[in-house]
């Protein structure tokens, strides 16, 4: 079974633009999460969807964004990118067993390096 | 804010030697996690203890969990080189928010 894979890898760009991330899941998960890692802030959680359907959100301000697809995909996206939204993003799938709680383990895949100059 | 909270330790040890970090959380927690990470690549999971569990066991991995204390323990024991990574430990709270909380985590080192 495919993990949890994430593109690009590796991105670069400028203030003031907008960068879109994508994640594809696992097979048969359906709860797709996002964090964001800094070596300042550690890793946050951003935001989680489910059945394409936000169900969590993070402390981060509006400029971040997501989405989930029929097919459980998400792409999250950040617009007006500052210095500091240089990250590692990384995305989480999880199985879920007996209702919302994460009783399970989640999958992270490789992450998105976004490098703002 | 961040539930899960190591000790901020960075530990270098000989190859064969155990290797202990320790975590601290401040809410109820459904469950607490264990994860790796090599070299600011991806997570990946350890193992996962429950809130009605106090230790658990996973081949080399011992992990310990106080609710009473709000703090968990993970043990290596007879470290090799490739556990030389970070490890994080998470919770997930009580009352169905399905989010992770990360402690800012261990870098351990283990010399060949």
Known sequence: ??????????????????????????SGHRSVSWYQQT??????????????????????????SGRQFSNSRSEMNVSTLELGDSA?????????????????????????????? | SQQG?????????????NATMNCSYKTSINNLQWYRQNSGRGLVHLILIRSNEREKHSGRLRVTLDTSKKSSSLLITASR??????????TVPSGGNNRLAFGKGNQVVVIP
């Open chain 1, 88 to 117: 590692l993003y990384l995305c989480a799938s999880s199985l879920e067993v007996g209702g919302r709680i994460m009783n399970t383990e989640a999958f992270f895949g490789q992450g998105t390096r976004l490098t703002v100059v």
């Open chain 1, 1 to 26: 079974k495919a993990g949890v894979t994430q593109t690009p890898r590796y991105l670069i760009k400028t203030r003031g633009q907008q960068v879109t991330l994508s994640c594809s899941p696992i």
């Open chain 2, 5 to 17: 909270e190591e000790d901020p330790q960075a530990l270098s040890i000989q190859e064969g030697e």
């Open chain 2, 81 to 90: 080189a490739a556990d030389t990574a970070s490890y994080f430990c998470a």
């Open chain 1, 39 to 64: 070596p300042g802030q550690g890793l946050q959680f951003l935001f989680e969807y489910f059945s394409e359907t936000q169900r969590n959100k993070g402390n981060f301000p509006g400029r971040f």
